[in-house]
C-alpha cells in the first residue's frame, strides 16, 4: 500500500533554512483525487499545517508561515519537498508528511488520510 | 494557540463510554466545515479516525463515533480499551485564518 517517508537533516542552525524531502512508495503522487501536505508538531505540543502542494504544483500555504515556507514537487522522483527559511528554536519540531485527500469541490472539507512516521528536526547551533 | 479547544484530557474505565468535545466559532466548525478526528498513539504519527463529522475509514473500529452540531464536534469512544490511550485532535478549517487547522489534543486515559 501507499507509504510516505519524510528524510533530511534532523539538525540545523538558527538562520538557516531547514529542507526536508517525502519520497511517496507503492502509489503515484500524480493523482487527481490528493494533494500533499506537511504537518508539524512541537515536542510536547499540537499539530500545526504548514501547506499542501498538487502535482501540478498548486499550492496552500498557512498564512502564518507564508512568508518562510516553499513547498515542490517533483513528480519523476515521486517526491515532494518543503523549504522553512530563517528558522529559529520555535521551528523545533517532528516534521510529517501526509496525504491530503481533496474528496470533495469544497477545499475546506480536505483531511490527511495517510502520514509518514515523521523526522524530529532540532534547530540548535 | 489553536481556534479549536478540546479538554486537556479525559479518562474511563475499561469498557466505559467517554466523549470528547470539539469547540470551535462562526469561523470552524459553525461554518459549516467538516470536522475530522486523528488519534495519535504514544511515540507514533496521527492516525485518521473520523473524517467527514462522522465517517469511519476502513479498519477503523465502530466503537469509534463522530458527531457535528453547531460550533461543536465530537468524538465517541465506546466500550474503552487499554489500546485506545492515546491523543486525540479534532482537525477543520478556519476562513478567519484562511488555513487547516487542528485541535489542541486530548489525551484518553484507560484507568
Known amino acids: 500500500q501507499l507509504q510516505l517517508q519524510e528524510s533530511g537533516p534532523g539538525l540545523v542552525k538558527p538562520s538557516e533554512t531547514l529542507s526536508l524531502t517525502c519520497t511517496v512508495s507503492?502509489?503515484?503522487?500524480?493523482?487527481?483525487?490528493?494533494?500533499w501536505g506537511w504537518i508539524r508538531q512541537p515536542p510536547g505540543k499540537g499539530l500545526e499545517w504548514i501547506g499542501s502542494i498538487y502535482y501540478s504544483g498548486s499550492t496552500y500555504y498557512n498564512p502564518s508561515l507564508k512568508s518562510r515556507v516553499t513547498i515542490s514537487v517533483d513528480t519523476s522522483k515521486n517526491q515532494f519537498s518543503l523549504k522553512l527559511s530563517s528558522v529559529t528554536a520555535a521551528d523545533t519540531a517532528v516534521y510529517y508528511c501526509?496525504?491530503?485527500?481533496?474528496?470533495?469541490?469544497?477545499?475546506?472539507?480536505?483531511?490527511?488520510?495517510?502520514w509518514g512516521r515523521g523526522t524530529l528536526v532540532t534547530v540548535s547551533s | 494557540q489553536s481556534v479549536l479547544t478540546q479538554p486537556p484530557s479525559v479518562s474511563g474505565a475499561p469498557g466505559q463510554r467517554v466523549t470528547i468535545s470539539c469547540t470551535g466559532s462562526s469561523s470552524n466548525i459553525g461554518a459549516g466545515y467538516d470536522v475530522h478526528w486523528y488519534q495519535q498513539l504514544p511515540g507514533t504519527a496521527p492516525k485518521l479516525l473520523i473524517y467527514?463529522?462522522?465517517n469511519r475509514p476502513s479498519g477503523v473500529p465502530d466503537r469509534f463515533s463522530g458527531s457535528k452540531s453547531g460550533t461543536s464536534a465530537s468524538l465517541a469512544i465506546t466500550g474503552l480499551q487499554a489500546e485506545d490511550e492515546a491523543d486525540y485532535y479534532c482537525q477543520s478549517y478556519d476562513s478567519s485564518l484562511s488555513g487547516f487547522v487542528f485541535g489542541t489534543g486530548t489525551k484518553v486515559t484507560v484507568l
Open positions: 507503492g502509489g503515484s503522487i500524480s493523482s487527481s483525487s490528493y494533494y
Open positions: 467527514g463529522n462522522s
Open positions: 501526509a496525504r491530503h485527500v481533496r474528496d470533495t469541490a469544497m477545499v475546506q472539507d480536505w483531511y490527511f488520510d495517510l
